[in-house]
């Protein structure tokens, strides 16, 4: 038999709240003051954005402001996903030393579970990548992990009934996550257990057996458990002054002004631009390029002001341009992007 | 005239005591070597003064680990509390080899 986790279904629903109590677990695990612990659990309509992506790229804050879909920027990376009642998550805490297995391998690893319950309902799941399961090309399971100190956070959701339409009107994934997968969109590129069985699951069922897997084939104990109230009052002030604010769920969008120049046959090169997210607007291209029809430039202002960053190299490829001029633009518009990665 | 040495700290935000206390370690060596300037990132406050070293802006923006010290660019701690000692050690070498 071996070592006793806690199980802890604390039945919090509101995703502030959630990832408040998630980071309260790992800093009291690390300090010695909470078990190890598997957590289960199922939040209210929401969109958790990696804690390394921009939110204003990542998702339609409009539309989910206007649908109650509240937006949480979680504690760990990996990418946004949409998530209601009808699926779950779990996290499990732990101390690195626990296990000897590498990050890489940790995810195959946590991944057994998920692998065992949709073997459990006739589905056929495969590990895919560093840390997503897959069904006939479709993704139902993606994980994240979180070093702390000596806390270690292993953090998975499983999609097992999921509004597809809401998902992808959420979610807005720039184009380039999909350049180089068969899928062109969000809703092509997930799937849920209910639709791979093709009827609604009882979401709490499925809990179950997952939590039953993991129990044997991580080689723990579960016993039940709740919180305790240092982790509630940690909880309550992580909320407060952090994933209960709309500066940390949202962030602020990137808005400045570039100026970047490029020697090209033709003369210097230069491109001006103001960069909101992804997005480029009043595009300025000057410098002392020496071109026969200026109005080739002023086309080109015009119909790259506005535009995404990812759109804007067709555009360039397409405009009548000598060729080096051409390559020039292209590079800026490369260094544009390279400089928008990088924090103001 | 010696180099300007950069030393580069990863925190939890909000910190915890942990990374309070890696910052006092960190600002006290600063305090002792002028030639030394400490720059502190938050995961997941992507706004910054000052531009992070290529392997501290990898960590910034795809890193799962804190927290991390970095010297010059080099790691010198990762997930634990480096020593007085030691940062003051390492800090000497490198104003060594800058100088």
Known sequence: MGPEWRLLCDGITDPHHHFAVEEALARLLDEGHSPPTLRMRQVRRAVFVGVHQDTWAEVDVDFCRANDIQIVRRANGGGAVYHDVGSFCYSAFFSRALFPQDDAELYRFFAGPAIQTCADYGVVACFQGRNDLLVRERKIYGSAQMAWYEAFVQSGTFLVNIDFEVMSRALTPPALKFADKPARSVQDRVTSLSQEVGRALDTTAVMARFADHAESMWAIRLAPGDLTAEEQDLAHELLDVKYGTDEWNLGSRRTYRLTLAQRTEEGILSLSADVDGDRIDQVRLGGDVLLSDRNVLDRLEKMLSGCDRIQAPAIVRAASLPVSTREALLRLLEKLGEEAEVPR | ?99
């Open chain 2, 1 to 99: 005239m010696t180099q300007p040495v950069k030393l580069e700290a990863f925190i939890g935000w909000p910190p915890t005591a942990k990374c309070r206390e890696m910052l006092a370690i960190l600002e006290e060596v600063v305090q002792r070597h002028p030639e030394v300037r400490l720059a502190v990132f938050k995961r997941g406050v992507h706004e910054y003064d000052e531009k992070p070293s290529p392997p501290m802006a990898k960590l910034v923006h795809k890193g799962s680990a804190v927290p991390v010290c970095f010297l010059d660019g080099q790691l010198l701690a990762m997930l634990r509390v480096p020593t007085r000692e030691e940062v003051e050690a390492k800090v000497t070498e490198r104003l060594g080899a800058a100088g």
